[in-house]
């Protein structure tokens, strides 16, 4: 079975520093990977996926993430935090067809 | 195109009630989800339909919980006699059918959910 672990469940970074959110993989077959983004109160916003084109994934907002098979890593990053980006972040991997996702990480922004 | 609809956005139910939540899945999407969010807890899954099948519903509690995607209509979330421990979140996402599911690299699009509270 496919899992993902979320390292860190908490996150706290200055404006303009650098997010590093960390997630790890399990899965006996070639990974869907997926980040996505919750806002308080709303629903999961599509960050980026990993569909095996390149390891290197640019998605919205300036976010990236790299797949690392090597290391069944597929952290997620930003250069740049801006206060937007105070969220919970989640990391999910498909399995036959339901999505496993990872406990998330809560990102505040210090400005 | 409007996206994944689900309503009510938030449901207030007494211990015994029932809870009907309902989805309606994006324009060409056959296939929907439903996921429960508990409090400080990553989403997990419940039940997977296509219309008038449910193809897996292991992530469904035994009982009071049942859900059906009909041949009209949204797909429906039922939790019969609610307790306080089914105040969540839930979310429905839709898929488009597999054929074109791969060509969309398996994403699932996510409604806004609906946040119940059992008082």
């Known amino acids: 079975a496919q899992s993902v672990t979320q390292l860190g469940s908490h996150v706290s970074v200055s404006e303009g520093a650098l997010v590093l959110l960390r997630c790890n993989y399990s899965?006996?077959?070639?990974?869907?990977l997926f980040w996505y983004v919750q806002y308080p109160n709303q629903g999961l916003q599509l960050l980026l996926k990993?569909?095996?084109?390149?390891?290197l994934v640019k998605g919205i907002n300036g976010f990236e993430a790299e797949f690392k098979k090597s290391e069944t890593s597929f952290h997620l990053t930003k250069p740049s935090a801006h206060m937007s980006d105070a969220a919970e972040y989640f990391c999910?991997?498909?399995?036959?067809?339901?999505?496993?996702f990872g406990a998330g990480t809560t990102v505040t922004v210090r400005a | 195109n409007a996206g994944v609809m689900q309503n009510p956005r938030h449901l207030v139910r007494r211990r015994g009630q029932e809870a009907r939540l309902r989805c309606s899945p994006m324009?060409?999407?056959?296939?929907v989800y439903w996921y429960r969010q508990l409090p400080e807890e990553g989403l997990k899954f419940m039940v997977y339909?296509?219309?008038?099948?449910?193809?897996?519903e292991s992530g469904m509690p035994k009982e009071r919980f049942s859900a059906e995607f009909p041949k009209e209509g949204p797909s429906i979330l039922r939790i019969q006699q609610v307790v306080r421990g089914d105040s969540a979140a839930y979310f429905c996402?839709?898929?488009?059918?597999?054929?074109?599911?791969?060509?969309?690299?398996?994403?699932?699009?996510f409604g806004p959910g609906t946040r119940l509270t059992v008082t």
């Open positions: 996402a839709s898929s488009p059918p597999p054929g074109l599911a791969r060509k969309a690299g398996y994403e699932q699009y």
């Open positions: 324009k060409g999407h056959s296939h």
């Open positions: 339909l296509q219309k008038e099948n449910i193809i897996d």
């Open positions: 999910a991997v498909k399995g036959d067809y339901k999505l496993s």
């Open positions: 899965s006996s077959v070639p990974p869907y």
């Open positions: 990993y569909t095996s084109a390149a390891t």
